[in-house]
């Protein structure tokens, strides 16, 4: 059984050899391993294709990720300032002041300018590259934020949760609306250039930070918007939502996603929540696990995860959100190890 149906199969409830495990997003990790910026790993010759691959194969990973760098020439175009030649991508000024700024903006010249971009053609270019070097045995997923969270990237994540208190609900919307055409157009691209799974992370979704009326009203709609718009196309969806969750996983499961990338729930109940309607990815804690334990503890507590899990299918063992830069080695090689025995 290859990695890529091993994967499928647990996202349908299969049965399969084992349980998977995968990185929700080692980018930045493994450019940091490697003394690089995103900057710098774009600018490889193969914008850091082999590099990611031979990195992912050493972690163990089942799922390998693309595409994290792409999403912030969007705020370039638009009039923002982003720091690329950093570890992370860092905005220094935000495109809008207001939510009513962006009736100045024309969507499809945006997305026709955010494409022209140098550092967005240069991850498709990985994207690319990697396909050809894994062929159709390992699954490719990337993305960046959901529209939501790309809403929130335009005027400030602080500034936008005030709107999302104080401002007229229309024009959170169209803001929101405005990210989700984006969205689309990016992980179009990714899908045409190898992407095979459509990883859509939400972290100003979190339930730390909003209301679950807020969750339905203004986050659900949008990313069911981009699922829907890209299902012939690419139908494997995975959603990520940090924090508090348990909340959200019945909401999700019924929506038709195919997986649910969680921070830290009572992973038995969010299964038991789901129904067999949608694969679960997790959760063990980058910060409070990953960053802090030893191989062997990480691999007592993956090992009991998958035990806990496994009679219910659907389940990916993963970290609960992006991997630190702090994080050895051996602990993902810990629960690769778990994965490969359950």
Not at 62 to 90: F, H, N, Q, R, Y
Not at 225 to 250: F, M, Q, W
Not at 252 to 277: E, L, Y
């Amino acid at each position: 059984m290859t990695n890529k149906e091993r994967v499928l199969k647990t996202l349908a409830f299969e049965k399969t050899d084992r349980i998977p495990f995968a990185v929700l997003n080692g980018q930045m990790w493994i450019a940091s391993r490697n003394g690089l910026t995103m900057k710098g790993l774009l600018n490889l010759p193969d914008a850091g294709a082999r590099l990611l691959v031979d990195a992912y194969n050493e972690i163990g990973t089942e799922i390998m990720t693309s595409g994290c760098a792409a999403a912030w020439p969007m705020i370039a175009v638009m009039g923002g300032k982003v720091e690329m030649d950093a570890l992370a991508a860092e905005i220094l000024s935000r495109p809008l002041s207001s939510l009513e700024d962006i009736n100045k903006y024309d969507v499809n010249k945006v997305i026709s300018d955010m494409r022209q971009d140098y550092y967005y053609r240069r991850t498709l270019v990985q994207l690319r590259e990697m396909r050809k070097i894994v062929g159709d045995e390992t699954m490719i997923g990337g993305g960046f934020f959901g529209p939501f969270t790309m809403a929130a990237q335009m005027l400030g994540v602080e500034d936008f949760m005030v709107e999302l208190l104080d401002g007229e609900e229309e024009d959170v919307n169209k803001v929101v609306d405005f990210a989700a055409e984006i969205v689309i157009a990016y992980l179009e691209d990714l899908v045409e250039n190898g992407l095979d799974l459509i990883t859509v992370p939400e972290p100003a979704a979190s339930g730390d930070l909003i209301r679950p009326d807020d969750f339905r009203k203004f986050v659900l709609p949008a990313d069911m918007k981009v699922k829907e718009r890209l299902a012939e196309k690419c139908p494997n969806y995975l959603i990520h939502i940090c924090g508090k969750t348990g909340d959200l996983v019945s909401v999700i499961a019924q929506t038709g996603m195919s997986v649910f990338s969680v921070d830290s729930i009572d992973m038995v109940k969010a299964q038991q929540d789901t129904a067999g309607r949608c694969a679960l990815f997790g959760d063990l804690s980058p910060a409070h696990v990953l960053g802090s334990k030893t191989a062997d503890e990480v691999y007592e507590l993956s090992k009991n995860l998958c035990a806990e899990m496994k009679p219910f299918g659907g389940f990916i063992l993963a970290p609960g959100c992006d991997l630190a830069p702090n994080i050895p080695l051996e602990n993902l090689q810990a629960m690769a190890k778990a994965a490969k025995e359950s």
